[in-house]
């Protein structure tokens, strides 16, 4: 397996709901990412895990809840969102060395 | 704070023509990456490039990493409308766990 899957695909919810985006990997990479990316844009880095342990927070608001449960899996908690935070939502993994793959992300629209 | 630049950020060419895309900074990276993304997708990495002075092939299209390991270009020779698609490099600073990322080029091939 050499995928990153995310579920879902798409996401529509409204500012008050709790919802949570989930990531899986099998590779047996040891480092996960969160990045949001809006249209025609970059990715823009929002956390990282090393061996399961947070170890990067790019000053995300706290509207936004990291998890990792276990090495393979990565879940994005999310509450009381803004419209502005509408995008694509992709996670990563990498074995470390500069490697990554990239999951096919997940298309949030809050309303 | 380390920076890459790419550049064209838009093209629009004719389906046959040769395109050139670049990626300069005033930094060292341990490896390169070039990545394809279609809308709502996640990137697709298409090469990674870590000796200066590198080059690879993918069909028509072929990578370079310079020489001082601080810029790459994506050449693409007969362009064809499959091509189509926002183009991304990122840059691994060190052996650490983040990317810098290029600004992106949207390159449209019309047929």
């Known amino acids: 397996d050499t995928e990153v899957t995310q579920t879902p695909k798409h996401l529509v919810m409204g500012m008050t709901n709790k919802k949570s985006l989930k990531c899986e990997q099998h590779?047996?990479?040891?480092?996960m990412y969160w990045y949001k990316q809006k249209a025609k844009k970059p990715p823009e880095l929002m956390f990282v895990?090393?061996?399961?342990?947070?170890?990067i927070n790019e000053s995300v608001p706290s509207r936004f809840s990291p998890e990792c449960p276990n090495s393979s899996l990565l879940n994005l908690h999310l509450h009381a969102l803004q419209p502005e935070d509408s995008a694509l939502y992709l996670c990563a993994s990498s074995p470390g060395g500069g490697t990554y793959t990239f999951g096919s992300g997940t298309r949030l629209t809050v309303v | 704070t380390q920076l890459l630049e790419q550049s064209p950020q838009f093209l629009s060419i004719q389906e046959g023509e040769n395109l050139t895309v670049y990626c300069n900074s005033s930094s060292v990276f341990s490896s390169l990456q070039w990545y394809r993304q279609e809308p709502g997708e996640g990137p697709v990495l298409l090469v990674t490039?870590?000796?200066g002075g590198e080059v690879k092939k993918l069909k028509r299209l072929t990578f370079q990493f310079g020489d001082a390991r601080k810029d790459s270009s994506l050449h693409i020779t007969a362009a064809q409308t499959g091509d189509t698609g926002l183009y991304l490099c990122a840059g691994a600073p060190s052996s650490n766990y983040q990317l810098i990322w290029g600004a992106g080029t949207k390159l449209i091939i019309k047929p």
């Open positions: 590779m047996g990479h040891r480092a």
């Open positions: 895990y090393s061996y399961e342990k947070l170890s």
């Open positions: 490039v870590v000796t």
